[in-house]
């Protein structure tokens, strides 16, 4: 029935993809008649649910391939209902922030589109020239996001910092895709799981460099060990709204590539490869606790305790040869992931919307006692997103580390466990120092600015029931995973 | 019904919280309302289910609950209660009406709170206590340490600062933390073993036990658990957190609840080691009974060097520990009733010291033992009690401690003589950290002037005293209750 309507399933398959483009144009033709913050809201928010439902659509069609150059299956839809939903809400609280403060809000949802658009394309992608593509265009709108921060002039340096950085890093993966292509002749997925494993030692050795170089761009976008020190300075200045997204959607979509990618890499001709992940997983575990554990700034802080869990989610493309088993856990972490930090974050912004002075340090935590005061229900929920963070039981982050746990256990990845005990003792440790000042009575800041934010308070109570509600019946999500295996 | 002991302490503290807003009496009311009700459950369940003592539903447990949690993985909402568990309910039900009574004696900041997680931490002893499933089992095992973090920052012992009772804290805390992640591995490799074997997914506890083990996987599963309980026992190298955290905590006493944080580490080694890993419990028992031996000489030689009253009872206590420890790992049956009544008489006494320590604070603000002295005559009743405990906690004949000491003994004889003989040597030197205490406390003449205007103590101190003299006397004299129950528990 509903198939008469449609012409071709593939123009299905491409609809969120329709409708994030046509949104922009509409939001920039609306611009041309009239500036008008409400209405590009509304259709920011239209266009991300209307992405949102036909996700639900095209899970009937579900494998299609369009063109050569994107695939959609099961997980992509997962990871692209991921995106949006944390678009949705990181969108209800810029709101509120941008009719505060600044005068061109309406360019601000047209970068965000564009950047979602973006990682709409990274997930679907099935083709190295399509993955730059979309990490490219998931990227540059941020280097414009970040100067929607209170302090412009500090924000230059820090953008040009991470311009340059980024472009260096972009290059690296140009020259891995030159070699890439040196070697397949194509740059399409499947066609450098042939040739891994009909060419001799020597030549997959060049392919691997070439694997490797492109891979550079994708461990600097999550952030990983050794490329994590831009974090430092982007996360201290940008604005915690724009933290959200770079936290979430960022690092979700550039996950999903991950994951896509190993699929092809064939465990016995890529050894090190998996080596060098397992090493890369270990080091962002132990150093990202142990870093965490002594930053001062609450939002650095939140940056490196992602890259804790980054390097946890790294384990899962150690078991790709298990695609079900792998991409389910990975979404079932991050879905764990997003919310905490989606509320985390959101908390953080009500915070910095009362106070309007970007920089405070963790030393002076205690305004979120004023922000909490006589609103028990508020503290609650910030406790049960931190312990979810943690991994505390009875809370949806427990299943999540049990699961990862599992999968380390089963293959024996002894060097893993090891460091999942060190950072579990420091995670503890530095958690804890963040709920400890929700109750701290002493050194109370007052803050003039008293209004309520109710919006994003109904945001974060929402994601901590939703936490419990998962942690305690985590079969509601399994059954949704199983059924499509 | 066994769903009852961990829905009311629950509520009970969600109760403490919300209400508690409203003036610390409600708060108050509510606490002890809840832990009534857990104290009556427990004695229903007694004349139910051990009184006649002939009812028996299954083989091992007398009284089951199951409800599927998460199916995929074979995970169930596995309660479950026989001898043993019950005897350490009861303790837990009675330790914490007796927290609740004393921490009447301070009005704190945010009561409600204070209430809302001594009630947290007992519906978290108790799911340890009930719980048959692994999975669930580590869940409460997890849960049950946190209150006790905010306990000690919140509300601990004005003499330190908050910076102190921080790193005190934050040490309990890594150390439970670490050695629980252990735990789960080891919880985890049991379970694929068991779903290699049979290709079934469960974290059962009666599915476990009929279970072989290959000998090298064992000692890494036995070892995993060991840690864990061994760090909340404590045994000596892992005991860094236990005596600053005695020291550090509220000055009410309220803090037996620790002593049932710990003895319920025993109950996990009574449960688990010593029925899932018989083998490997066997072979590395020399081991243990060194870090046994090393435990108690330890303890007691700290405690004599110690200058703070509390900080030697945490000694005596890690001394009794070791003693715990060695009476579980000898394995036979009377080591086996040895050490439980050992784990309900040390938490007896070990509690009624430290409410009398919290009652002598109360009145002379010290807890130093040389700026005391002489307080045989200026105070009534404290002293004597004091005397009491003292010495039920060097096993007098006629206390319960006495009843478990002969019984280990004579386990522990059976399992080695040599071992026993070094045992009783141990014994010694608790006198002596025992007999100087009292020395100095309580004779000679009377050092600091404030003691004389200090006042007597009250009926509510009085009668939670006596209370835990009787119960030491009574079961001292006519131990067979608790030994039936254990008896029950032994088929």
Redesign the interface.
């Known amino acids: 029935m509903i198939c008469m309507f449609i012409p071709h399933v593939k123009i299905i398959a491409l609809m969120p993809l329709f409708i994030l483009m046509s949104s922009i144009f509409i939001i920039m033709f609306s611009m041309i008649l009239k500036r008008n913050h409400v209405f590009v809201f509304c259709i920011t928010l239209c266009s991300l649910l209307c992405t949102l439902v036909s996700l639900f659509y095209i899970y009937y069609i579900v494998p299609v391939t369009i063109t050569s150059l994107l695939y959609i299956n099961f997980y992509s839809l997962a990871y692209i209902f991921i995106v949006i939903f944390s678009s949705i809400c990181m969108i209800s609280i810029v709101y509120i922030f941008l009719e505060n403060f600044y005068n061109h809000k309406e360019e601000f949802y047209i970068l965000l589109l564009s950047s979602i658009t973006g990682a709409v394309i990274l997930i679907e992608a099935n083709h190295i020239f399509t993955i730059f593509i979309g990490m490219e265009l998931l990227s540059l709108p941020i280097f414009g996001l970040i100067t929607y921060s209170f302090k412009r002039s500090t924000s230059i340096p820090v953008i040009l910092k991470y311009v340059l950085l980024s472009s260096i890093v972009t290059s690296f993966s140009l020259l891995g895709i030159t070699v890439i292509y040196l070697i397949c002749g194509t740059l399409k997925l499947n066609y450098i799981k042939i040739a891994f494993l009909i060419n001799n030692i020597f030549i997959n050795k060049i392919l691997l460099f070439g694997v490797v170089f492109f891979l550079t761009s994708v461990f600097f976008k999550l952030s990983l060990f050794p490329l994590h020190f831009w974090i430092t300075d982007v996360y201290n200045y940008a604005s915690p709204v724009l933290l959200i997204y770079s936290v979430t959607v960022v690092k979700v979509a550039v996950f999903s590539i991950l994951i896509k990618l190993f699929v092809y890499f064939p465990y016995i001709q890529c050894q090190k490869l998996y080596l060098f992940i397992e090493l890369l997983a270990i080091l962002s575990i132990i150093c990202g606790s142990i870093m965490a554990a002594f930053q001062n700034n609450i939002k650095t802080f939140f940056g490196y305790s992602s890259i804790v869990h980054i390097g946890y989610i790294l384990t899962t493309l150690l078991v790709i040869q298990d695609y079900y088993i792998s991409n389910n856990i990975a979404i079932i972490y991050l879905i764990n992931y997003t919310m905490s930090s989606i509320g985390i974050f959101s908390v953080l912004s009500i915070l910095i919307l009362r106070n309007k002075n970007v920089n405070f340090d963790l030393q002076s935590l205690s305004v979120y006692n004023t922000l909490l005061k006589g609103k028990?229900i508020l503290c609650i929920a910030i406790i049960i997103i931190m312990f979810s963070f943690l991994g505390?039981?009875?809370t949806y982050g427990?299943i999540t580390k049990?699961l990862i746990?599992?999968i380390m256990?089963?293959n024996k990845f002894w060097f893993l466990?090891l460091s999942?005990?060190?950072s579990?003792?420091f995670?503890?440790?530095y958690y804890?120092k963040i709920i400890?000042c929700l109750?701290n009575?002493r050194n109370m800041i007052s803050i003039q600015n008293r209004t309520p934010y109710t919006r994003i308070e109904i945001v974060i109570i929402f994601i901590s029931i939703l936490i419990v509600i998962l942690g305690i019946?985590?079969?509601l999500i399994?059954?949704i995973l199983?059924l499509n295996n | 019904m066994l769903s009852l002991f961990l829905i009311v302490p629950f509520v009970g503290s969600v109760c403490c919280?919300?209400f508690g807003?409203q003036g610390y009496k409600f708060a108050r009311f509510f606490a002890i309302l809840a832990v009534m009700c857990i104290v009556l459950l427990s004695i229903l369940i007694w004349l139910k289910d051990f009184y006649h003592h002939e009812r028996c539903y299954h083989i091992y447990w007398y009284d089951e609950l199951i409800i599927p949690?998460?199916?995929?993985l074979g995970i169930e909402l596995h309660l479950a209660l026989d001898g043993l568990s019950f005897i350490m309910i009861a303790l837990t039900s009675v330790l914490s009406l007796i927290a609740v009574l004393c921490s009447f004696y301070q009005i704190k900041?945010n009561e409600g709170?204070f209430y809302f997680n001594l009630l947290f931490m007992v519906f978290g002893i108790m799911g340890v206590l009930l719980s048959i499933d692994l999975?669930l089992f580590?869940?409460?095992w997890?849960?049950m340490v946190?209150p006790m973090?905010?306990l000690i920052?919140?509300w601990g012992n004005p003499q330190y600062t908050e910076k102190q009772k921080?790193y005190t804290a934050?040490k309990f805390?890594?150390y439970t933390?670490?050695s629980s992640?252990?735990m789960?591995?080891s919880i985890?490799?049991l379970s694929?073993n068991y779903y290699y074997q049979t290709a079934i997914w469960t974290f059962d506890y009666n599915c476990f036990i009929n279970n072989s083990i290959p000998l090298p996987l064992e000692y890494i599963i036995m070892l995993g658990f060991f840690i864990a309980f061994a760090v909340k026992m404590p045994i000596v190298p892992f005991h860094g957190w236990f005596v600053n955290c005695h020291s550090q905590s509220c000055i009410d006493g309220s803090f037996d609840v620790l002593g049932m944080l710990i003895k319920v580490a025993a109950y996990g080694l009574l449960r688990f080691n010593m029925h899932l890993f018989q083998h490997t419990s066997h072979n590395l028992h020399l081991i243990v009974f060194f870090l046994g031996i090393i435990t108690i000489f330890y303890g007691a030689w700290m405690a004599f060097c110690e200058l703070n009253l509390k900080k030697i009872i945490a000694y005596s206590s890690i001394s009794h520990m070791g003693f715990i420890l060695i009476t579980i790992y000898c394995n036979n049956i009377f080591s086996y009733y040895g050490a439980i009544i050992q784990i309900i008489a040390s938490s007896f006494t070990t509690s009624a010291l430290f409410i009398l320590l919290s009652q002598l604070y109360r009145r002379t603000h010290t807890n130093i033992i040389t700026n005391l002295g002489g307080l045989y005559a200026t105070i009534k009743w404290i002293p004597g009690f004091f005397l009491f405990f003292l010495f039920a906690n060097l096993n007098l004949p006629g206390t319960i401690n006495f009843v478990g000491e002969i019984m280990a003994l004579i386990g522990i004889f059976i399992q080695s003589p040599y071992l026993g003989c070094i045992l009783v040597f141990s014994l010694l030197f608790s006198v002596i950290y025992s007999l100087y205490i009292t020395h100095k406390i309580f004779y000679g003449p009377l050092k600091n002037n404030f003691t004389m205007t200090c006042k007597q103590i009250d009926f509510l101190e009085f009668f939670m005293i006596l209370f835990f003299m009787l119960i030491t006397l009574i079961l001292g004299i006519y131990p067979n209750n608790i030994l039936q129950v254990i008896r029950l528990s032994i088929t």
């Open positions: 028990p505390m039981p009875f427990f049990f746990l599992s256990i089963q466990l999942v005990a060190i579990s003792g995670g503890i440790y804890l400890l109750y009575t019946c985590p079969q399994m059954n199983r | 919280w919300f807003r949690w998460i199916p995929q900041n709170l999975f580590f869940c409460f997890e849960i946190l973090y905010f920052i919140f921080i934050n805390l890594i933390q670490v992640i252990v789960l591995f985890l490799l694929f």
